[in-house]
């Protein structure tokens, strides 16, 4: 949590052109609580001790950075290693911020414990917290999404919270969003709004990034150890970006490591059948911030398309809008049959079946590898576990069970 190097955001919640607060009047005052509460909490030594025990007692961080070997072998030109936030306590990334976000809940007094989730992971994280600390606890999730991550909303269910199915829109992860915000303006008083990625109106955009970016100071300390040096490149799937903005932003200032966002190509950028708002959008504003979107000429947002239910986002955090304008970060795209692909060759080369929306970061090896001499670290943040794409990826190998 070590927020204060870089001047973003500035006091208005904006990350250079991009970030703000587009809300209803109902929820500044939430905002501003929510805003205060934190600055107020963020380098108290209390809340940062309990905040990295729970990360070390009940998550098990830190998550190694695990050199892969067969992988190296099969690329030739560098050393590949990946950081293990699939072997954190629920599978995913997700956990990190739900645990800094449940205790500033706690310390607000906040009694029920709202959320929003794509491939159910920020669900069962948020839940997992929420059952942690005996709150009341609602998950909002796409139609499309409770069926294609079934296994998910069961683990929600049995955790103990309610999962309310969206059949709005595309009935994704957009929709289940938009729910959400509407729940909290209508239950502002004594509820919390866990949003699971470095998306939404500020502070939220911060407050995510600050807690995931446990993750890239792992990595620095991690890096020294291992190979003596920084890395010459972290890649990460770019969904809202809070696995990538964990990763990135203790980097931001260590030049020679290059960050390399790789968002869902769905069935290719050119076909318009994607989600890649960095890659083929506009700046637009989307629940509450300013950023990269996806819509057509008349400002509608446009359809999604990806395999990958957690990359299945129109938007993206006005963070990475910066970082993309600025130059500090590249941000590429890989196809729904790329990730596909990198999903099996993972699992059989190294023995880790990775998240769908991880084996988007691990397919772009295939372009970047190229770039590199043997003497290149390159870092994959593993941002999850696949355990939950079995069936979807059964499905489209033709595998019944
Ligand atoms: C949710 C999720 C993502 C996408 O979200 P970001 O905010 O972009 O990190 C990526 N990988 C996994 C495993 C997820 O659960």
Same mark, same amino acid.
């Given at each position: 949590m070590k927020s204060d190097?870089?001047?973003?955001? /500035?006091?208005?919640?904006?990350? #250079?052109?991009?970030?703000?607060k587009f809300v209803p009047e109902t929820? &500044?005052?939430?905002?501003?609580?929510?805003?205060?509460?934190? @600055?107020?909490? @963020?380098?108290?030594?209390?809340?940062?001790?309990?905040?990295?025990?729970?990360? %070390?007692?009940?998550? +098990?961080? *830190?998550s190694p950075l695990y050199f892969a070997e067969r992988l190296t072998n099969h690329y030739g030109t560098g050393s590949i290693w990946l950081k293990r936030e699939d072997l954190n306590h629920t599978g995913a990334h997700k956990i990190n911020n739900t645990i800094g976000q449940i205790l500033l809940a706690k310390q607000m007094g906040k009694k029920r414990i709202i959320a929003e989730t794509g491939a159910g992971q920020h #669900?069962?994280?948020?839940?997992?917290?929420?059952?942690?600390? #005996?709150?009341?606890?609602?998950?909002?999730?796409?139609?499309? /999404?409770?069926?294609?991550?079934?296994?998910?909303?069961?683990?929600? @269910?049995?955790? +103990?919270?309610?999962?309310?199915?969206? $059949?709005?829109?595309?009935a994704t992860l957009k929709d289940a969003l938009n729910e959400a915000l509407r729940d909290w303006v209508t239950n502002v008083d004594?509820?919390?709004?866990?949003? +699971?990625?470095?998306?939404?109106?500020?502070?939220?955009?911060?407050?995510?990034? $600050?807690?995931? %970016?446990?993750?890239?100071?792992?990595l620095i300390t991690q890096s020294q150890?291992?190979?003596?040096?920084?890395?010459?490149?972290?890649?990460?799937?770019?969904? !809202?970006?809070?696995?990538? &903005? !964990?990763?990135?932003?203790?980097?931001?200032?260590?030049?020679?490591?290059?960050?390399?966002?790789?968002?869902?190509?769905? =069935?290719?950028? =050119?076909?318009?059948?994607?989600?890649? *708002?960095?890659?083929?959008? &506009?700046? !637009?504003?989307?629940?509450?911030?300013?950023?990269?979107? &996806?819509?057509?000429?008349? +400002?509608?947002v446009k359809a999604t398309k990806s395999v990958s239910a957690g990359l299945d986002y129109p938007g993206v955090g006005p963070e990475h809008s910066w970082l993309k304008d600025s130059g500090?970060?590249?941000?590429?795209?890989?196809? $729904? $049959?790329?990730?596909? @692909?990198?999903?099996?060759?993972?699992? =059989?080369?190294?023995?880790?079946?990775p998240a769908l929306e991880t084996a988007h970061a691990f397919a772009y090896l295939d372009t970047l590898m190229k770039e590199f001499d043997k003497n290149a670290n390159v870092i994959v943040n593993v941002s999850g576990r696949g355990d939950k794409d079995i069936n979807t990826v059964a499905e489209i190998d033709g595998i019944k069970f």
């Amino acid at each position: 949590m070590k927020s204060d190097k870089n001047k973003f955001p /500035d006091k208005n919640g904006f990350f #250079g052109d991009y970030g703000g607060k587009f809300v209803p009047e109902t929820l &500044m005052y939430a905002l501003e609580e929510l805003e205060s509460t934190y @600055k107020n909490l @963020k380098d108290n030594p209390e809340f940062k001790k309990q905040f990295y025990k729970d990360l %070390s007692e009940f998550v +098990g961080r *830190p998550s190694p950075l695990y050199f892969a070997e067969r992988l190296t072998n099969h690329y030739g030109t560098g050393s590949i290693w990946l950081k293990r936030e699939d072997l954190n306590h629920t599978g995913a990334h997700k956990i990190n911020n739900t645990i800094g976000q449940i205790l500033l809940a706690k310390q607000m007094g906040k009694k029920r414990i709202i959320a929003e989730t794509g491939a159910g992971q920020h #669900g069962v994280a948020t839940a997992t917290v929420a059952a942690r600390l #005996g709150l009341e606890c609602h998950i909002y999730m796409g139609s499309e /999404d409770v069926q294609r991550q079934s296994l998910n909303v069961y683990r929600i @269910k049995l955790l +103990g919270a309610e999962v309310h199915a969206v $059949d709005s829109g595309s009935a994704t992860l957009k929709d289940a969003l938009n729910e959400a915000l509407r729940d909290w303006v209508t239950n502002v008083d004594d509820t919390y709004y866990i949003i +699971g990625s470095v998306t939404g109106p500020h502070p939220y955009p911060m407050i995510v990034r $600050d807690f995931n %970016s446990v993750v890239g100071e792992e990595l620095i300390t991690q890096s020294q150890e291992l190979f003596n040096s920084m890395p010459d490149a972290i890649v990460a799937c770019v969904g !809202g970006g809070s696995n990538a &903005m !964990g990763a990135f932003y203790p980097f931001i200032d260590i030049k020679e490591t290059r960050l390399i966002g790789v968002e869902a190509g769905g =069935e290719g950028v =050119e076909t318009g059948e994607h989600a890649a *708002p960095l890659n083929d959008g &506009m700046p !637009g504003v989307l629940h509450g911030a300013l950023s990269y979107l &996806m819509q057509d000429d008349s +400002g509608q947002v446009k359809a999604t398309k990806s395999v990958s239910a957690g990359l299945d986002y129109p938007g993206v955090g006005p963070e990475h809008s910066w970082l993309k304008d600025s130059g500090r970060a590249e941000y590429v795209a890989v196809s $729904d $049959d790329e990730a596909l @692909k990198a999903f099996h060759e993972v699992s =059989e080369f190294e023995g880790i079946i990775p998240a769908l929306e991880t084996a988007h970061a691990f397919a772009y090896l295939d372009t970047l590898m190229k770039e590199f001499d043997k003497n290149a670290n390159v870092i994959v943040n593993v941002s999850g576990r696949g355990d939950k794409d079995i069936n979807t990826v059964a499905e489209i190998d033709g595998i019944k069970f």
